[in-house]
């Protein structure tokens, strides 16, 4: 089970945070995620548990707790999805324009 945890200390290492989801089973992998440019937390990271029940007790008991000076939230970790063309304003939506339905073309 992937778990998404939140609302991390920034001085919160992996082998901290391995060390407190350990606490209720068998921890695969423990990353916090890091900005590439400066290598600083960005705050987050994601848990790996290969027991499912294990991961969502885990789930339930951390939510919402206070980890290293921070209330951390914990929930299952959503898969990632596929952006299309990366975002902007979607596909054709049609958009304004200052002539666009005859404004301004009055027949006398």
Known sequence: MNIYVSKLNFRTTGESLQALFAQYGEVSSA????DRE??????????EMPDEGQGQSA????????FEGMTIIVNVARPKTEH????????NRGGGGYNRDGYGKRRF
């Open 59 to 66: 789930i339930d008991a951390l939510n919402g707790t206070d």
């Open 84 to 91: 299309g063309n990366g975002g902007g304003y979607g596909g």
């Open 31 to 34: 990353n916090i995620i890091t």
């Open 38 to 47: 400066t290598g600083r937390s960005r705050g987050f990271g994601f848990v």
